[in-house]
């Protein structure tokens, strides 16, 4: 693995290796897709103040759980969801950045000790991860995905999601589960270019050779952004979440990396979300890659 990867991997701690395309099966990208990729990326900035809560308010966190309720998403789920998010906020409580209630801030990112976490998990020696991203939003949506492939090698590119699945008591994935995991998390080859429109047709190929679709929810979606591993020539997801619409406030539930909080953002928009994403993850300076990918479930991330 080398060094790079291992930096990379720092945005939802994930390393990169290998993946496949179908070069034979073409897909064609609509006109009204490539208008919409360039107009978001011509031009994004910072037009919301960032409101969140890691539900440690009781009072805060269960108003939160009776919308995931209300969103149909499987109970049992949520249920499970609600137990990690009360083991970590007790493993962690204390640590400088934590919000109950809902907060406001002129800041693009919520701020947290990671050492204070690192210390804390190594200090109660769990031989295990706790959740990311990618498990966080995969629990609680993964009726909503279909993807049929079946996987005899486990990706390196996920092998600390992997281990969570394995060894974190609290995870419970059936062998069907992981194996949609594996098919929506793993990484996909692409070309060697800048052009975001040369990856998204990659992507649709994958997703056409896993067979991975999403199923309708009008109150919940998947959020996923693809980045761009240009050494390897590879994109991987990178970071992954959960999109509530309440009654047109949107609600995004995400855990940015296996040490850092449960965070609820609250946006008036979907520009708002793509602004405070991009935000975080358009960090590559030299120009070899191409900008993130941001998906909602099966399609580009749209907005006015």
């Known amino acids: 693995m080398k060094l790079k990867g291992y930096i990379l991997t720092l945005i939802c701690t994930t390393a990169l290796l290998t993946g496949c395309t179908n070069k034979t099966d073409e897909v064609i990208i609509k006109d009204s897709e490539k208008k919409q990729m360039e107009s978001m990326q011509s031009n994004y900035s910072k037009n919301y103040n960032l ?13 939160f759980i009776d919308k995931l309720y209300k969103s149909g998403i499987n109970n049992k789920y949520i249920e499970q969801f609600e137990s990690q998010l009360d083991f970590y906020n007790k493993v962690m409580e204390g640590m400088d950045g ?6 406001s801030t002129d800041k693009p990112q919520a701020e947290y000790d990671e050492v204070y976490a690192i210390h804390e998990w190594e200090k109660k020696e769990y031989l295990y991860q706790d959740f990311n991203c990618r498990l ?6 993964r009726d909503y995905i279909n993807a049929n492939g079946k996987h005899i090698d486990e990706p390196i590119n996920l092998m600390f999601d ?10 419970q994935f059936s062998k069907e589960d992981t194996n949609k995991f594996i098919s929506l998390y793993d990484v996909i080859k692409t070309k060697d270019t800048t052009d975001q429109n040369v990856h998204i047709n990659e992507i649709k190929k994958e997703w056409k ?10 109150n919940v979606s998947m959020i996923n952004a693809y ?8 994109l991987f997801i990178g970071h992954s979440g959960i999109l509530i619409d309440d009654n047109g406030e949107l609600l995004f539930l995400e855990k940015y990396s296996f040490l850092v909080p449960y965070q609820v953002s609250k946006f008036n928009n979907k520009k708002e979300l793509y602004s405070y994403l991009m935000d975080r993850l358009d ?3 030299t120009g070899n890659g191409s900008k993130p990918i941001i998906m909602e479930n099966g399609n580009i991330l749209k907005f006015e």
């Open 162 to 171: 992997l281990d969570s699945i394995k060894n974190n008591p609290l995870a």
């Open 98 to 103: 934590l919000e109950g209630k809902f907060k």
């Open 136 to 141: 966080t939003a995969f629990e609680l949506y």
């Open 227 to 234: 980045l761009h591993d240009y050494d390897e020539k590879e």
């Open 51 to 63: 409101i969140y809560s890691n539900l440690i308010d009781e009072k805060t966190k269960d108003e």
């Open 209 to 218: 050779k896993r067979d991975i679709t999403f199923k309708d929810n009008k």
């Open 283 to 285: 960090v590559d300076k």
